[in-house]
């Protein structure tokens, strides 16, 4: 029981320190996406002005674009990893939980079944194959967390 709890919080805090790198992460990439909006936006006001030639308008403006797009995709893509780890910890931090009582309790319950079992397939009286949801995902929780 005092494994679970110091591994849950153990996890925890690995979760949030991830987190947090993420917000980092996220909040940057925010700014240069505004940051590269202002420039695009001056853009059209310096070729009014004839700062800026037509061909260097298109240029600079596609460049612009670019970068603001390739920001926000980012920034999607690190807002989904981040939703995953959470819902992975959450996962096995319940199936921590479990297992917890699986040590006072012996019974094979069939929330137990459902958390621990992804597939059983049965091909045959002397053929059974069961997929089990958490074989290897505490290596990936760990991997995505930094500690290999």
Same mark, same amino acid.
Do not use: H
């Given at each position: 029981?005092? @494994?679970? =709890? =110091?591994?849950? $919080?153990?996890?925890?805090? $690995?979760?949030?320190?991830?987190?947090?790198?993420?917000?980092?992460?996220?909040?940057?990439? &925010?700014? $240069?996406? #505004? $940051?590269?909006?202002? /420039?695009?936006? @001056? %853009?059209?006001?310096?070729?009014?002005?004839?700062? =800026?030639?037509?061909?260097?308008y298109r240029e600079l403006r596609e460049g612009y674009i670019k970068e603001v797009n390739y920001s926000l995709e980012c !920034?999607?893509? =690190?807002?989904?990893?981040?939703?995953?780890?959470? #819902? #992975?910890?959450? &996962?096995? !931090?319940?199936?921590?939980?479990?297992?917890?009582?699986? +040590?006072?309790n012996t019974e094979l319950t069939a929330q137990l079944v459902d958390i621990l079992i992804e597939r059983i397939t049965v091909? @045959?009286? +002397?053929?059974?194959? !069961? +997929? /089990? &949801?958490?074989?290897? @995902? /505490?290596?990936? %929780?760990?991997?995505?967390?930094? +500690?290999?």
């Amino acid at each position: 029981m005092l @494994g679970k =709890l =110091l591994w849950t $919080k153990q996890l925890d805090s $690995k979760v949030s320190a991830k987190k947090s790198e993420v917000d980092g992460e996220i909040v940057e990439l &925010r700014l $240069k996406a #505004q $940051k590269n909006k202002a /420039f695009l936006n @001056g %853009l059209y006001e310096n070729l009014v002005n004839g700062i =800026l030639t037509e061909t260097e308008y298109r240029e600079l403006r596609e460049g612009y674009i670019k970068e603001v797009n390739y920001s926000l995709e980012c !920034i999607q893509q =690190l807002t989904a990893q981040q939703s995953e780890l959470e #819902q #992975q910890a959450k &996962r096995y !931090i319940c199936m921590a939980d479990m297992l917890t009582k699986v +040590d006072t309790n012996t019974e094979l319950t069939a929330q137990l079944v459902d958390i621990l079992i992804e597939r059983i397939t049965v091909n @045959g009286p +002397d053929d059974i194959s !069961i +997929d /089990f &949801r958490f074989e290897c @995902g /505490f290596n990936e %929780l760990l991997e995505v967390l930094g +500690d290999e």
